[in-house]
Structures are given as C-alpha cells and as structure tokens.
C-alpha cells in the first residue's frame, strides 16, 4: 500500500487555515493588540504638541506589538502545547519549522494589520501624516520589533512548561511593559534607569519605529538599537527554541 505525504506548501496552507479559524475564533488577544494602541491615540492627542505626532504613533505600535508577541503568539503556543496539540502534529507527516512558520506567519500579518490601524487612526484622529519612505520603512521597523517580542514569547515558552505559569509571566511581563510605554520614560528622572529603560526591548522598537516615521532624524541611538534589537532576537530566539519541549511531560 503506497503512503502519499502531502506537498509541504498544501500542508502548511492547512496549517495556516487551521490557525487563521483559531484566531478568529479567539478574538480577544486580537482585539486587545488593537484596543490598546487605539487608547493611546485618543487620549494622547495633546503629546503631539509636545513630543511629535511620530512619538506617539510609535508609542501605540510598539504598545500593540508587546500585545501580538506575548499575549497573541506565547499564550496560543503554550494553550496549544498543554492540550496536547503539538503532540498529535508531530506524529503526523508535518516537518516542524512549517508548523511554527505557520503561527509565525499569522502574528507578521496581525503587525501588519495593527500598523495599518495606527496609520489611518493617527491620520483620520490625529492629523499626523507621514511620507512614502516613513509608511515603509515604519512597517520594516514594525517586523523587527514584532520579531524581538515573538522571540521574547519564545523564550518564556521555552523555559517554562506550565501553562498557569506562562499565563501569569506572560501577563506581568505585558503589564511592565505597558507601564514603561505609558509612563516611564515621561515620568522617571533616575538617569541611569531612564537609560536603561532606553535600550530595553520597549526602548528600542519604539526608537526604531520613530525614526523610520521620520527618516530623515536617523540618528545613532537609532543604529544602536537596531542592533541591540537583532541582540535580543537572537538571544532570546536561541534559548527559547533550543529550551522548547512539544509536550508537558
């Protein structure tokens, strides 16, 4: 009896499919990746006075994007993997990178869209308008940041099996975040935490998402945290993959 081992590309278009529905039929990491950003925009119009429409348009990316990395892809893994789900794929004739590149491939497409609600909200709002090199080198800057928190959720689910657990990081990890984008630069004066804070993950994707707004104010504090950014996507990426088990056990 001849075995028949589907295409790769009909297998991870299933894949995909299948991961899509899962997606839609779990709207709320979705709706919070957008609901946050769109807050930021609305209640901070009057920065755009004081700091620059850029700033705070770069403020609601990288805010969604910490949304996209640990609370859409990190808790969809870890979910996955503790009903057993990887398990079943694993034994199926599936290589292992399609399974991933297809949950990979749903997050890029979630930075895509959240990038594009910033652009017409920020626009339509707030009256901040780009030009044609800011709108594309922003969405490059927008995957490079993506990738720093989808290999930070990568690392949380590769150290860690417990499902309660990853849960609980996961959403501590989201709040820390949140309260540097929303405050800590604006209100800490310690000059050595400010900096810090500067070039921690938040630090840099918002850096880099400001200056390829305005290109033209590429400076090297842009160039350093794009670097430092590839430095936490190959850190974090590299542990976390060589750490993450396909079960429980």
Known sequence: METIIPKTSTVFATLFRADMAT?????????????????????????????????????????????????????????????????????????????????????????????????????????????????????????????????????????IKNFETINAVTRITYFIFIMLGMVGELMIKNEQLKKAIHFSPYGCVKIMLAASMEPAKWVNDTTIAVLVSVGYIVVFAGVGISKFKWNTK
Not at 66 to 80: E, F, K, P, S
Not at 132 to 156: C, D, H, K, N
């Open 23 to 159: 997606l839609l039929s779990n709207r709320r990491s979705a709706v919070i990746s957008l609901l946050v950003p769109m807050i930021v925009l609305l209640t901070w119009k009057g920065f755009i006075q004081i700091k620059g429409g850029p700033f705070v348009l770069a403020t609601a990316i990288a805010i969604g994007l910490i949304a996209i990395g640990l609370m859409g892809y990190t808790l969809t893994v870890a979910r996955d993997r503790d009903k057993g789900i990887f398990q079943r794929l694993r034994v199926a004739p599936v290589p292992t990178w399609v399974i991933m590149t297809s949950r990979i491939s749903i997050q890029l497409m979630m930075i895509m869209v959240l990038t594009l609600v910033v652009f017409i909200v920020g626009y339509q709002y707030d009256g901040v308008a780009l030009s044609a090199s800011g709108y594309l080198l922003t969405f490059f800057a927008a995957i490079l940041g993506g990738a720093v928190y989808l290999s930070l959720g990568q690392l949380i689910v590769g150290l």
